[in-house]
């Protein structure tokens, strides 16, 4: 696809209003209820998943009974028509998008913490999009970092970010800018603007998680209303807007800690996975010059036996995060920065299981799983790539957690 067929089907999916649900359906969905929707799309995603890859977005027919799912309007605030459901049910609902399909999972997954992430705004921006959109999809993009300048009434923003996820079915966008200031560091603050103020640049060309279609987004000089702006330093510890805002605990989560574990939930879908199809291969493939199957070998049990096992520790590791982000939030002090961290440390070491977990299936599945049409060899190259997630920097979360430990001060800002 080359940038201008790009733009192109962005502008093509833009405000697909048929897929709005209904508040009496809305009113009837429970949690179990929005999982099971995902659990049942688990087939079509995997079905897929090779295409995604192939067109470097998810399938459009594909995102378009995702959104019919009702998973967009998890973290919605109630006042808007949204869900308001919790930590756990996020990971229920996302796991068997992932499962399916590593890039679909991971881009849905960050586009439901995104509509968390437009409740930190001030409330004028969400009155002024969650109104005509019931949700928000929207990439959130950091890096590097993008320039604003401040004017009257406002903002003009400009740059260049990578890593747009979502962006191929998006209708807004966050970023991130710095504002100078002559008398100490930088402001850093998010904005958001539609995305037909900006611009695409087709630049998603990897080896791995090439389904989710994570171009680059530009800006230039784009003005950005005062009220479509805010400085992130009160997400780091969850005391931002939606803190002021809401009632509902989910909104007072401390940023970091719930980006990663947004981020590590297609990674176990990813690892359970690979699970599933090392297991079925071994009952299939035939041990050369024997008549045994590889199901046959101790080996190979013990090798399946880990890999599961692991998988299944990374993602009770991930839920206790979970548990964790949440008592950060009900409780009444800003939770301190070794509290996130120890968090951070727990989710990382997670993906470094998962990873694990999929080098076993892989290294033990012979030359065959290496063909691109054996799921084995995509989810080697996805969990490579989404384990190189600034957040997953396993020796920069050790350092950071071992400084805590012996009462040293943090040497990151990534906390």
Same mark, same amino acid.
């Given at each position: 696809?080359?940038?201008?067929?790009?733009?192109?089907?962005?502008?093509?999916?833009?405000?697909?209003?048929?897929?709005?649900?209904?508040?009496?359906?809305?009113?009837?969905?429970?949690?179990?209820?929005?999982?099971?929707?995902?659990?049942?799309?688990?087939?079509?995603?995997?079905?897929?998943?090779?295409?995604?890859?192939?067109?470097?977005?998810?399938?459009?027919?594909?995102?378009?009974?995702?959104?019919?799912?009702?998973?967009?309007?998890?973290?919605?605030?109630?006042?808007?028509?949204?869900?308001?459901?919790?930590?756990?049910?996020?990971?229920?609902?996302?796991?068997?998008?992932?499962?399916?399909?590593?890039?679909?999972?991971?881009?849905?997954?960050?586009?439901?913490?995104?509509?968390?992430?437009?409740?930190?705004?001030?409330?004028?921006?969400?009155?002024?999009?969650?109104?005509?959109?019931?949700?928000?999809?929207?990439?959130?993009?950091?890096?590097?970092?993008?320039?604003?300048?401040?004017?009257?009434?406002?903002?003009?923003?400009?740059?260049?970010?990578?890593?747009?996820?979502?962006?191929?079915?998006?209708?807004?966008?966050?970023?991130?800018?710095?504002?100078?200031?002559?008398?100490?560091?930088?402001?850093?603050?998010?904005?958001?603007?539609?995305?037909?103020?900006?611009?695409?640049?087709?630049?998603?060309?990897?080896?791995?998680?090439?389904?989710?279609?994570?171009?680059?987004?530009?800006?230039?000089?784009?003005?950005?209303?005062?009220?479509?702006?805010?400085?992130?330093?009160?997400?780091?510890?969850?005391? $931002?807007?939606? &803190?002021?805002?809401?009632? !509902? *605990? %989910?909104? =007072?989560?401390?940023?970091?800690?719930?980006?990663?574990?947004?981020?590590?939930?297609?990674?176990?879908?990813?690892?359970?996975?690979?699970?599933?199809?090392?297991?079925?291969?071994?009952?299939?493939?035939?041990?050369?010059?024997?008549?045994?199957?590889?199901?046959?070998?101790?080996?190979?049990?013990?090798?399946?036996?880990?890999?599961?096992?692991?998988?299944?520790?990374?993602?009770?590791?991930?839920?206790?995060?979970?548990?964790?982000?949440?008592?950060?939030?009900?409780?009444?002090?800003?939770?301190?920065?070794?509290?996130?961290?120890?968090?951070?440390?727990?989710?990382?070491?997670?993906?470094?299981?998962?990873?694990?977990?999929?080098?076993?299936?892989?290294?033990?599945? $012979?030359?065959? &799983?290496?063909?691109?049409? !054996? *799921? %084995?060899? =995509?989810?080697?190259?996805?969990?490579?790539?989404?384990?190189?997630?600034?957040?997953?920097?396993?020796?920069?979360?050790?350092?950071?957690?071992?400084?805590?430990?012996?009462?040293?001060?943090?040497?990151?800002?990534?906390?």
């Amino acid at each position: 696809m080359g940038q201008s067929d790009a733009i192109q089907h962005l502008q093509s999916r833009a405000n697909p209003d048929k897929h709005w649900l209904s508040a009496a359906d809305l009113q009837a969905l429970t949690p179990q209820a929005l999982t099971a929707r995902t659990e049942g799309l688990k087939g079509l995603l995997s079905e897929n998943a090779r295409r995604a890859e192939m067109g470097r977005h998810p399938v459009d027919a594909v995102w378009d009974e995702i959104r019919k799912t009702g998973v967009f309007y998890h973290f919605v605030p109630k006042c808007y028509g949204g869900l308001e459901f919790d930590v756990q049910s996020f990971i229920d609902a996302m796991l068997p998008l992932s499962e399916g399909c590593s890039s679909t999972g991971w881009v849905t997954a960050f586009c439901v913490e995104h509509n968390w992430l437009l409740t930190q705004f001030p409330k004028q921006a969400q009155d002024e999009i969650f109104g005509s959109h019931p949700y928000v999809i929207a990439p959130g993009v950091t890096n590097p970092m993008g320039r604003a300048k401040a004017v009257d009434g406002g903002f003009l923003l400009s740059g260049q970010w990578r890593w747009g996820t979502g962006v191929m079915h998006s209708d807004w966008i966050m970023a991130y800018g710095a504002i100078a200031s002559p008398e100490g560091p930088p402001q850093i603050r998010f904005f958001i603007f539609p995305t037909s103020e900006g611009r695409i640049v087709d630049s998603w060309h990897v080896d791995g998680m090439c389904g989710t279609g994570s171009h680059d987004v530009v800006a230039d000089q784009v003005f950005i209303p005062e009220h479509r702006s805010f400085e992130v330093a009160g997400l780091r510890d969850g005391r $931002g807007n939606g &803190a002021a805002l809401y009632d !509902n *605990p %989910i909104y =007072r989560m401390p940023m970091m800690p719930f980006l990663a574990l947004t981020a590590a939930i297609p990674a176990i879908g990813t690892a359970r996975a690979a699970v599933a199809h090392f297991k079925s291969y071994m009952s299939e493939r035939q041990v050369y010059l024997t008549d045994l199957k590889q199901s046959d070998k101790p080996a190979s049990q013990m090798r399946l036996g880990h890999a599961d096992m692991q998988a299944r520790t990374a993602e009770m590791l991930v839920r206790d995060a979970g548990h964790k982000i949440m008592q950060m939030a009900n409780q009444i002090e800003a939770p301190m920065a070794e509290q996130r961290v120890a968090v951070r440390m727990q989710i990382a070491y997670a993906m470094d299981l998962c990873r694990n977990v999929i080098s076993l299936a892989s290294a033990a599945s $012979g030359s065959s &799983a290496h063909f691109v049409t !054996n *799921p %084995i060899q =995509r989810a080697l190259r996805d969990i490579n790539v989404m384990s190189s997630h600034v957040v997953y920097d396993l020796d920069s979360v050790s350092e950071l957690h071992g400084r805590a430990l012996v009462g040293l001060p943090m040497n990151s800002p990534l906390v």
